[in-house]
Structures are given as C-alpha cells and as structure tokens.
C-alpha cells in the first residue's frame, strides 16, 4: 500500500474509556433516527467485504458466523459487505442479483436479530461495478490486443509497414518510448489491465447505464426487504459505477456526465426506484465519498452539493468514506487486477499506522463535519455516518458532540474488537483489542483471502468453538467474550 512520504509512526491512543454511567449518558449510546427505524445506539459497523460467500455469490456458514460474531457486539447497526445487483458471476462476492439469493440472505438477516437480541439493525450494501481485466504480458498484449491506429503509425513513421511489422517494432520499443506512440487509454490497458470507464458511451452496455441501473438497485433493494434485512446502503462509494459516475472525472456527454448537476442524475435516479420499490417504510441511504482523493476528481464542495442533493430526494441516512479509487492504484504484476485500494486515495479510505503529520485517525471528520452542516443548513436532518479511524469512546463521543456526525462508525477496530461498543457501553472498555491499523486485514483482502484480524487469528485456536482457515493456521472470528451481568 501507498504510504505518506513523511513516514511518521502512529500508536492507536484510544483516551480513557467510560464507566457503564457515563457511557449510558453519553450521545454515542443514545437513539438515533434513520428515516423509519431507530437504532438504539449511533454506533456502526460499516461494509466489510470478508470473503467469505461461495464462487457463486451464496451466503455461507463462515458468512453467518462472521456477522453473528459482530452482533453480538449489539451494535446500532451493521452493514452487510457490498453485494452484487447483477446475475453475473462475480468471484465469491456476495450476491443479490437473483430470488435464488433470498433463503441464505434470510438466514443472515434471522441469524444477526436473533443474535444480537433484536438490538441491531441490518442494512446490506448493493454494488455495482464495471469490468476489470489482469495486467497483460506486454508482448502478448501489443501482438494480440493492442489497436493499431494511424496515429501509432504516425508517430514510429510506419504509415505503410504491414501490421506485424508495426506490432513487432512497438515489442522491441522501450517501455519510456511507448509514452509517445500508444494512445494513454491503450497504456493504460497495457500497464494496469483494460478496464471499463463510465465515459465509454461507445460501448452499448455502458450507455445503457441509466437506463438499466436504477431497476437492478431497486430490484436488490426489494430483495432485501424480502429477506427481513433493515435497509439498503447503495455503494456510492470507492472505485465502482456509481462513484464513477459521481467523480468529477465523468466527461460522459449524455446529460449524466460533465456538471455536477449531470453527475448525481443517475444516482439520484436510482435511489428513486429504489424508493418507489420499497417504500417509505423501509431505510435507504448511500455510501459516498467526501473527496474522491485523486487529482482531477470530486472534492469536498461536490460531495456536500451531492449530500444535499441526496437528502432532498429522502435519502435516510448518509454515510461518508472518502478515496479508494482507480486512477492512482499502483500497477499490478502482470497477471493480476489493479486493487483500488494501493495508491494515495486507498490510503485516505483505510489509513495504516504509518502516516503524514496528520496521522491516520479521523481524517474523514472534517470533511463530514462539513457536509453535515451543507446538508443542516438546507434544512434536512438527515443523519451523517462518520467512519475513519476511530478506536475510541472520546474520539467517537466528541464527534457526536460537536456536531460533526450523528452515527459513528467503525470498521477495522470492530474488526479487531466485535465487542468493541458493547466493552465500552458496559465499562469494560480497558478490555477491547485496540486496532494496530497495520493493515494485514486489509491485505488478505487485497488477495481474497479470508479476512481476520492478526489481534485474534491465532490465539485459543483449541478453544473448542474455532473454525479454522483451510490452512488450518487461523482461526476465522474473534474469540467469545463474555459481557458481565
Ligand atoms: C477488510 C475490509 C473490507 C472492506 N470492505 C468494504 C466494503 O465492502 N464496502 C465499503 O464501503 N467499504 C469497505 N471497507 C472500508 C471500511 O468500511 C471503512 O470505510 C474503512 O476501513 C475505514 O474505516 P476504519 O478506519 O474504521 O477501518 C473495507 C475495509 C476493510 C478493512
Ligand atoms: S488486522 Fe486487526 S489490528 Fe490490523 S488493521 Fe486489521 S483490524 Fe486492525
């Protein structure tokens, strides 16, 4: 991963922790209003994606037992790891794109009310995303793939060299040379592995994405409904379609590209659908970035614009990440994926312990703080999910407080800890497996590999309740922990 120049080391310093009174006096544990529903405490575990469902996209036994785990932590919320809407495969991503989803999808949605003693309300995240290709073999790629267009032809003076003979020439070129000669989206194509953009209108199936999105998210969002999950979180967020078409770096020219205004039509359009499938009884919000992080992409200004936009249309809740992007990812070996998640935005979205003079914690707070009072001052009371770094009670409590959020959410400290809340609300915060931030969950996730956490998947390994990795070497959820009475 992409780590700030200045190098600094940070230890996770999560304040003092609260009695049970405090913690049942504060804001952090009070109710909260998401649209329809109230959660009994503003605190949220945001989408993790664990690896955990089958190649084709079904809940698992590992994928009960992961979010049974996070459960019975009670916390106000969790949301399931984003979810594919379409009936393709997707690898073991989960998958909500089809009613044969539903039976393993109601058993998550039993398995996480039962567990928490109806305490926590389950929202799942909807996904869509656009084709990514494995970083080609650079001679493969220019014999097989690579276009040969007058304007290659021009630039090594082979206007009438037969193809071969272009495409043989353009192997032996050094790589610096190739700058001036392949046009920058067949590079790209070459150094990072072809991807799709939401500009490629030439493309008919890329076109047709505001006509065909907004029923896929609607029909997900009904689906949900059907399995007994609490709400849906649409994927504004990172390096996937929707963001895109959010990122100032979206030229699309057909109205939905361009201006800011062009920018959140479709996914506007799509939360419309989703609302008129599922109701106003049932909460829908998004996930969305405060900064897309890159240059060139939408900041903190768009990102308030989208917020008010958002809702205005009756969006229940907002939920804010920021980076994890594309553009800036490090370029894969040959024969892997680019991983949005490697470059300087995939820092922003899950900061490690090494960092700049900020450091790595609640980055994401400001911005919020700013969105939050865009969205106030047009008149909406929608509630703001801040997540970023948060290991603590003060840090979560003084972000309440302030009025930079209303909902606090964490992920990599949840994961660490799954009764982090729960350890704090009863005073046992002295008791929580604080986040190191190293990010080695992160990594395994950047191999689809199964997800733990280095604070946990090696310890009490016989204790009777562990399963095991295939491997045999980690245990797959935290150990039990038993709450006092
Ligand atoms: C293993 C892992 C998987 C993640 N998967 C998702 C995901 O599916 N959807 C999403 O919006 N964010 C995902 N994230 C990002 C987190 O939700 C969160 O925004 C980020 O880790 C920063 O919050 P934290 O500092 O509390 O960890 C993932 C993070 C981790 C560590
Ligand atoms: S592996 Fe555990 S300690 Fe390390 S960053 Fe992930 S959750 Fe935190």
Known sequence: MWKPPEKIKYAPDPGTWPSAEQAAGSMLYSPVQVGPVTLAQRTWVPAMVPWRATNEGFVTDDVLDWYERFALGKPGAIVIEATGIRDIPSGPLMRIGDDRFLPGLKELADTVHRASEGQTKLLIQCIDFLAIRRRPDPAKFIERFLQVTDEIRAAIGAEDWPEEAVRDHLTGLPDEELDGVIDSRQLESLRMGYREFVYDTHLP????????????????????????????????????????????????????????????????????????????????????????????????????????????????????????????????????????????????????????????????????????????????????????????????????????????????????????????????????????????????DQKHKVVTCKLWDRIELDDGQAKLTDDGKRRKTAPAWTPPV
Do not use: W
């Not at 499938?277 to 890159?294: E, H, K, N, Q, T």
């Not at 919020?368 to 865009?374: G, L, N, P, T």
């Not at 969205?375 to 009670?393: L, S, Y």
């Open 205 to 444: 199936h890329i076109r047709d994405l505001p006509q065909v999105l907004p029923d896929l998210f609607a029909n997900a969002a009904v689906r949900a409904q059907e399995a007994g999950i609490d709400g849906v979180e649409l994927h504004y967020a990172h390096a996937y379609t929707m963001a895109s078409f959010l990122s100032r770096t979206n030229t699309r020219d057909d109205g939905y590209g361009g201006s800011r205004e062009a920018r959140v039509r479709l996914p506007l359009e799509v939360f419309a659908k989703v609302r008129e499938a599922v109701g106003d009884d049932y909460p829908a919000g998004c996930r969305f970035l405060s900064d897309d992080c890159i240059d060139g992409g939408s900041d903190v200004d768009d990102a308030a614009f989208y917020a008010v936009e958002f809702a205005r249309a009756g969006m229940d809740f907002l939920s804010l990440s920021r980076g994890g992007r594309f553009e800036d990812a490090k370029q894969p070996g040959v024969g892997q994926a680019a991983y949005p998640y490697t470059g300087r935005s995939g820092y922003e979205c899950m900061p490690a312990y090494i960092s700049d003079s900020f450091g790595p914690f609640g980055r994401n707070i400001e911005p919020a703080s700013q969105i939050r009072q865009a969205v106030r001052e047009a008149g909406f009371e929608t509630p703001i999910v801040v997540t970023g770094g948060v290991h603590g009670f003060e840090l979560a409590e003084s972000i309440l407080q302030k009025g930079q959020g209303d909902i606090v959410g964490a992920a990599r400290q949840a994961l660490a800890d799954p009764d982090f809340f729960l350890k704090m609300q009863s005073g046992c915060g002295d008791q929580v497996r604080v986040c190191e931030y190293t990010n080695y969950c992160e990594g395994l």
